[in-house]
T-cell receptor, first 112, second 110 residues
Framework: ETGVTQSPTHLIKTRGQQVTLRCSSQSGHNTVSWYQQALGQGPQFIFQ???????GRGNFPPRFSGLQFPNYSSELNVNALELDDSALYLC???????????FGSGTRLTVV | KNEVEQSPQNLTAQEGEFITINCSYSVGISALHWLQQHPGGGIVSLFMLSSGKKKHGRLIATINIQEKHSSLHITASHPRDSAVYICAVRSGGNGNKLVFGAGTILRVKS
């Protein structure tokens, strides 16, 4: 049984650029959610995908967008990067109706 | 006021001590999670609770639904328990998102 894998592990981008982060779900999981964790704070919900459709979104602007693929892997895209986007981005997969989550190790994004 | 509040924010203990971390929440939930985060970021799920009490090794988690309160206990603490412990609640609606507390930074000294 594989866990959740995120790539890349670290990334440095320049303000205004675009970034794509990737997440492979745990085998058998059909739901993926993304979280942003600023330094010293708890993670904040960005959005969730279930069966390739977004089915929940937190207080993040439209320049944060996502995709879920038929194999339930997922991407998080952020356009027009701002300095405040610097954070750890976490992906978690789950099976709808089960309630448990498996987290990835995160991607640390630094915007300079 | 945050929907999920944890206390204390920081905790330093001597090896062997009994540790309690508290979590209070203000929203309706379908489940509460206790998570452990080590330096570097990876999060490990410790418990998922919707009622009562669960035990795994030296870790015990309890929840009181009426009082909207949960506790995580660590018995016979060890330096390897040093990590950030995060309480998160799964709220119904809006895609059953997880709402996280800010975390408790635990350091166990030998």
């Amino acid at each position: 049984e594989t866990g959740v894998t995120q790539s890349p592990t670290h990334l440095i981008k320049t303000r205004g650029q675009q970034v794509t982060l990737r997440c492979s779900s745990q085998s058998g999981h059909n739901t993926v959610s993304w979280y942003q964790q600023a330094l010293g704070q708890g993670p904040q919900f960005i959005f969730q995908y279930y069966r390739e459709e977004e089915n929940g979104r937190g207080n993040f602007p439209p320049r944060f967008s996502g995709l879920q693929f038929p194999n339930y892997s997922s991407e998080l895209n952020v356009n027009a990067l701002e300095l405040d986007d610097s954070a750890l981005y976490l992906c978690a997969s789950s099976l709808e109706g089960w309630g448990g989550y498996t987290f990835g190790s995160g991607t640390r994004l630094t915007v300079v | 006021k945050n929907e999920v509040e944890q206390s204390p924010q920081n905790l330093t203990a001597q090896e062997g001590e009994f540790i309690t971390i508290n979590c209070s929440y203000s929203v309706g939930i379908s489940a509460l999670h206790w998570l452990q985060q080590h330096p570097g970021g990876g999060i490990v799920s410790l418990f998922m609770l919707s009622s009562g009490k669960k035990k795994h090794g030296r870790l015990i988690a309890t929840i009181n639904i009426q009082e909207k309160h949960s506790s995580l206990h660590i018995t016979a603490s060890h330096p390897r328990d040093s990590a950030v412990y995060i309480c998160a609640v799964r709220s119904g609606g809006n895609g059953n998102k997880l709402v996280f507390g800010a975390g408790t930074i635990l350091r166990v000294k030998s």
